[in-house]
């Protein structure tokens, strides 16, 4: 039938139990016909425990020791899960991400998977046997050491190995039934996202939605391969993320071309608490004093999101600048900046972590006027101050202060009646 | 100065605690100018919680999983030891077995080392920095799997790599400050032996003394590495297991060299509990009949260690044949033997794991006549019975009742002159 690729998170493969459920889950998938090949997480807290022993050890471990002493976490629960899946019957055997051909860079401790080489993989499926693959984690081949991927590692390392299997999909298994329209902890009355574009999903995963990695959605838009999130406690369908499912004559997605006869505007609204906010208080308005702000942040490793420059004074000949980052670079960031105050000759910094982010986005709103206006308006009517406004082709992202994120997601997700009938199933816990 | 391999066991590197402990030490004999390749056991009981969690699984997971599983210990123990000794300002590089090129064929959960070839520790040290080696896992590269070594496979690897670097000596940490003439638990006086040769170690090893792996000490011996084993507690001298001691004209050699004038008859006495005895009871005594029994045994998987048979009764031509075997191959073995019951047309079978065996080691008593005289008058003296009797050119074993063997043993060692004055120092714990 088709060759699918699984991938289990930390939360689902927690505990013995928890692992034998995921086994018979590879088992029902396997006598349905299908081809498994499986990508894993670390236990539940593995992966935390690996690292407070380290810190045990030293403040600041080297990262090519850290990235093999985390890597002992998907060695520990791909045997544990070909056992379970062993002792149900089936041939099962687990791989390494060496192993399995995932080939990276050697930038230890966030690498990026520079080629996928699945000969074993590939073998093991052809015996008809199901393998399973370490996830976050690859091998630098030119010095033959072991590297972990960072954030999201394991959904990337499920959506590459797809990829390179030239799987038919690539299902992240997860404690909730898909990606939906809001968190539904703010927004109880979100609906699940039925259907999705790679376009759409990596807007949502960049503006916080967190149920898939932005990197592995990227992977996945270069190489076209259909992603399924779906829970890995119920049989319900989940979101597929595909470019066109129409395209997809398997059975597999029967279920998503009858549902999807006309894709929505909207697809969501996404939120993000993690973001924090430096001003550049009366900055010489001058060309090139922006570029070397920028220069300065850059070399101190943030990645900044959005920027707003306010009108310069005629008077003064000086402006603000104001950025968003990751709240955890903002301290390495401000003493960046302040190490050139007088080159920049800025008259005082200011650091604000209160403030949230809100999205919205829809692919139809290219195509559909009056999406911004409803917006602006819902906000509004909810008495939500707007602080940074940045805008995509397909999403609207503003700043506003974080204790009232939550009121403003649910008055722009009730504006564009994304709410549903059913309320959503949250289970806890997440994976990595 | 010298080329050093040192193998710390999991009593060793229990916790973060302990693993600074050893790179302290490790510190300690890079400041004193000698090159360190350092292997490592898993930390504490590691294995064990691993075991337990495969055995949640399955009561019977496949041995490759099972290899992968386990060689997660090591992984762990060795990064978190590299840091430690990172932190105190050397350069330290981890390695698994694969990576330190540890070959070995493909018998899963007890392979045999084939070949070391460790360019990557050889660089490594050449620059100056300490490579840390994951003990007890090695590589098939016909397969690409990792392998694991069984029983006493961090030692064995230890003297695999350091007989592959030619270093200097190997030295083997302990809880103990070396071999001693007998269990200091049970005979408190017991002296440490101060040099030894391989083959006495080697017959001290098989005879049940479990300082050092049986199969190192082989390994040591085939490529003549000097063997150190010593505490990691204390700075005193261990014990050095060598060829000829003269020989090494490094310093490091020194205090044995004056030490070892003259090298003792006796090295030492050893006991072991846990072997048992099958006796086959009324088996016709014609030509091939013991040769029929032995390869049923042999193909059930036994070890057998010692055989007794007794004089074949005339009137009825029937013998009783009594063997020694490890306690946990009795199951197999006696149904092994049971279903070829018909065929070698024995009366009975019988099982006693109430045994004990005692083994005198000494390579001077191949030219000392009077010492089978002194040991069996020694044990007659002691009230102890003996019921089966073995020998070498420099060892002699005797199988006595289990609750005798204490007695035994204190009774055998004082003897032959080898109580010491001081009380031998016991450190709890052991590694693997």
Partial sequence: ???????????????????????????????????????????????????????????????????ILLTAGERISMSL?????????????????????????????????????????????????????????????????????????????????????QADVCEIYTDVDGVFTADPRIVPSARKIEHTTYEEMLELAASGAKVLALRAVEYARRYNVPVHVRSSFTHVHGTLVTSAPARHTDDYFQHYREANVEAPIISGVAHDRSEAKITVVGIPDVPGMAARLFEVVANAGANIDMIVQNVSAQATGLTDISFTLPEGDGP????????????????????????GKLSLIGAGMKSHPGVSAKFFGALRDAGVNIEMISTSEIRISVVTRADLLDDAVRAVHTAFDLDGDAVAVVHAGTGR
């Fill in 81 to 165: 899960l070909a056992m379970a899946v062993s002792s149900l019957g089936f041939k099962a055997k687990s791989f390494t991400g060496q192993q399995a051909g995932v080939i990276t860079d050697a930038v230890y401790g966030r690498a990026h998977i520079v080629d996928v080489v699945p000969h074993r993989i590939r073998e093991t499926l052809e015996k008809g046997q199901v393998a399973i693959i370490a996830g976050f984690q690859g091998v630098d081949p030119v010095a033959n050491d072991v590297t972990t991927l960072g954030r999201g590692g394991s959904d990337t390392t499920a959506v590459a190995i797809a990829a390179g299997l």
């Fill in 332 to 355: 390495s960031t401000l003493d960046a900046i302040r190490a050139v105050k007088d080159e920049l000759g800025y008259a005082a910094l200011r650091f604000d972590d209160e403030i």
């Fill in 1 to 67: 039938m088709a060759l699918i690729v699984q991938k289990y998170g930390g939360s689902s493969v927690s505990d013995a139990a928890s692992i034998k459920r995921v086994a018979a889950r590879i088992a029902e998938t396997r006598n349905a016909g299908h081809d498994v090949a499986v990508v894993v997480s670390a236990m539940g807290d593995t992966t935390d425990e690996l690292l407070d022993l380290a810190s045990e050890i030293t403040a600041a471990p080297p990262q090519r020791e850290l990235d």
